[in-house]
């Protein structure tokens, strides 16, 4: 199992300009979610879904939006990148609620200039 | 409202010693799921422990250990004769039984020198 993939790892956008980062997972996890964290900080929850065709907003979403079309998937569209948006993104899973793990992917460093 | 507290942004210590990593915890829920993760150099996030409010039995894995009190709502993470590659930031995080959520402090940035 590759667990939880992010792609891509780097990326310098300029302002105005949009994205989409990949998250996927091959542990049929129902959960997943999206974070950012800035530098010195801790995880702000952006989106989060519970299943696929459910997704629901976090404490940080303005700016971003996401789709889950599969379990697999979920990717997170930024739209009209601002600087204050450079962050490192994680993406995470986990098979059900509260009682398991998230597991996380390895981030993507995002530059807005 | 629920929350994290790591109060100890950044601890120093020399290899050999021993280390105290403090977690603070707010929430009026009676069941809740308490973490820890590792943020190395690299920057993945490694879980560490999961510990639910039902359990406070302490926890040894080698020369990490813990200590869930909820007296005083603190999840506090020990390491043991620490290591250069123990240096890293860890989170502690709370997860409560009705939420999908998973509320993280702001980490404190351990640097173990040789």
């Known amino acids: 199992n590759a667990g939880v993939t992010q792609t891509p790892k780097f990326r310098i956008l300029k302002i105005g300009q949009s994205m989409t980062l990949q998250c996927a997972q091959d542990m049929n996890h129902n959960y997943m979610y999206w974070y950012r964290q800035d530098p010195g900080m801790g995880l702000k929850l952006i989106y989060y879904?519970?299943?696929?065709?459910?997704?629901d907003k976090g404490e940080v979403p303005n700016g971003y939006n996401v789709s889950r079309s599969t379990t697999e998937d979920f990717p997170l569209r930024l739209e009209l990148a601002a600087p204050s948006q450079t962050s490192v993104y994680f993406c995470?899973?986990?098979?059900?609620?509260?009682?398991?793990?998230?597991?996380f992917g390895p981030g993507t460093r995002l530059t807005v200039l | 409202a629920q929350k994290v507290t790591q109060a100890q942004t950044e601890i120093s210590v020399v290899e050999k010693e021993d280390v105290t990593l403090d977690c603070v915890y707010e929430?009026?829920?009676?069941?809740?799921?308490l973490f820890w993760y590792k943020q190395p150099p690299s920057g993945e996030l490694v879980f560490l422990i999961r510990?639910?409010?039902?359990?406070?039995q302490n926890e040894i894995s080698g020369r990490y250990s813990w200590n869930f009190q909820k007296s005083t709502s603190s999840f506090n993470f020990t390491i043991t004769a620490s290591q250069v590659v123990d240096s890293a930031v860890y989170f502690c995080a709370l997860s409560l039984y009705n939420t999908d959520k998973l509320i993280f402090g702001t980490g404190t940035r351990l640097q173990v020198f040789p």
């Open positions: 929430t009026r829920d009676t069941t809740y799921y």
């Open positions: 995470a899973s986990r098979e059900r609620r509260h009682t398991d793990t998230q597991y």
């Open positions: 510990r639910n409010s039902f359990d406070e």
């Open positions: 879904s519970v299943g696929a065709g459910i997704t």
